[in-house]
């Protein structure tokens, strides 16, 4: 990515779509797949990268005058999630909330949005050689057609937002979206989660929101489209900015919801020392959460062999395997490993006084969940991504090309980094370098 405006491609508009033309062709931008991998071993056989596309052309071209200023920014953030597209090399992805930061100001951390005007968007690619093609794209809008944004929520819950250089506050907004996982219904409507409530959301076809699922209690207040209370009101413990971040179709339908980090139950500290988090089956036909999972990390030591703080797993994808099976990824930003565990009636602990946060000690508080009678989801590991030569850092979305293959995505960031320096003293983007990348992995035993 171009860390300026200066040099940036000029952007025409597509008349078949109504979408600038770059953000129809990216440039060719990836390093050929990495080779010498022993036999019997996984190993990566394709990389592809997204090129530079302007982030308020994107923008724009979508939603016309929702971006008046990208501050050098480009098109990223789409590695949230990877869902198949039903053609071959073909997926859907989802941006997260936009361009965000952190900047410490007078000791504290400070959210800041540079780009507050950037909606949410679904996004289809195609993997073509080494390239990264964005072939169509699709806003979140409320009831009325407006942009969600990816603003935070709720005062006092959610982080407060911020102008790029944190000094300035933002206006909360009841609709914004901080979307993570993705996947398409047989009805081409689509379902994704979103961090802040935590919430599920089905989106139609052509993006509007027709309805967003909550925890119970949450009282969210003002936003412009159907708001349900459907899910546990335990879930009102997760811990800030990480809420729902895995998402996955069942053949049969129904969906599973995973909650990246532990919940703060019943404080913060209890969250970041646990290993415990929580998986969610809703039933798309009875409107409903149907069953909970308790999921155990494995030690962050051995996730991640660099680093020593728990709180640093995180769940980011969930894919369907087959049946009950399911595939989840258990991730620091630098390391991650895929493991299989299929979802066992007897497992289920939904309604369970696991549920009820006057608990103690609470399911996050268990030293060991099993010992204390909980049905601890039995894992089995598929493949350890930090040990193959080729995979990038922060891998958020895994979709399952066949039997043997795996496609991988990463979140860039839209090239943002943290701190003060992330933006020059013109307020443009200081680009990170970090480029979007579609990583294929063969499995030597398949999945």
Request: proline share 7%.
């Amino acid at each position: 990515m171009s860390p300026h405006s200066t040099g940036r491609r000029r952007v025409h508009r597509s008349v078949a779509a109504g979408l600038p033309l770059a953000v129809l062709a990216a440039l060719v931008m990836a390093g050929p797949a990495s080779a010498g991998t022993a036999s019997g071993q996984a190993r990566v056989t394709r990389t592809a990268t997204l090129g530079d596309i302007p982030l308020g052309a994107f923008s724009n071209g979508l939603l016309p005058g929702t971006v008046d200023d990208d501050r050098g920014v480009d098109l990223g953030g789409i590695g949230s999630d990877l869902y198949p597209a039903g053609r071959a090399g073909e997926f859907w992805t989802v941006t997260d909330r936009g361009p965000n930061g952190q900047i410490k100001i007078d000791g504290k951390k400070r959210r800041t949005f540079p780009v507050p005007g950037f909606d949410p968007a679904i996004v289809r690619i195609r993997v073509t050689g080494d390239t990264v093609k964005v072939l169509d794209a699709v806003p979140i809008t409320t009831s009325s057609g407006k942009p969600v944004t990816g603003l935070s929520n709720q005062e006092g819950r959610d982080e407060a937002p911020y102008t790029y250089d944190a000094r300035t506050p933002l206006s909360y907004n009841p609709n914004g979206l901080d979307t993570e996982g993705i996947v398409r219904a047989a009805d081409g409507s689509f379902w994704l989660v979103d961090e802040y409530g935590p919430s599920l959301v089905h989106v139609s076809a052509r993006g509007k929101v027709l309805s967003r699922h909550v925890p119970e209690g949450l009282h969210l207040e003002g936003a412009d489209y159907p708001v349900v209370e459907a899910l546990p009101s335990v879930l009102l413990h997760r811990k800030v900015n990480r809420g729902f971040e895995g998402l996955a179709q069942l053949p049969c339908g129904d969906l599973v919801l995973a909650v990246q980090s532990p919940l703060s139950l019943p404080d913060t500290g209890t969250g970041e020392a646990s290993l415990t988090t929580r998986l969610l089956r809703f039933s798309p036909r009875k409107k409903a959460v149907t069953a909970e999972y308790a999921y155990r990390f494995d030690p962050v030591n051995v996730v991640d062999p660099s680093e020593d703080d728990t709180s640093e797993l995180k769940i980011s994808s969930v894919v369907a395997v087959g049946g009950d099976r399911l595939l989840v990824e258990e991730r620091t930003d630098k390391a991650a490993r895929l493991q299989v565990v299929r979802l066992g009636r007897g497992a289920n602990i939904l309604g369970s006084r696991w549920d009820d946060d006057t608990t103690s000690p609470s399911l996050e508080q268990l030293d060991d969940p099993a010992a204390s009678g909980v049905p601890v989801l039995s894992k089995r590991l598929v493949v350890d991504l930090g040990t193959v030569e080729g995979v990038p850092g922060k891998i958020e979305g895994v979709a399952r090309v066949d039997h043997d293959t795996l496609a991988l995505i990463n979140d860039n960031d839209f090239g943002m980094t943290d701190g003060a320096g992330a933006f020059d003293a013109q307020g443009r983007l200081v680009d990170s370098g970090v480029e979007t990348t579609v990583t294929y992995v063969r499995l030597p035993r398949g999945v």
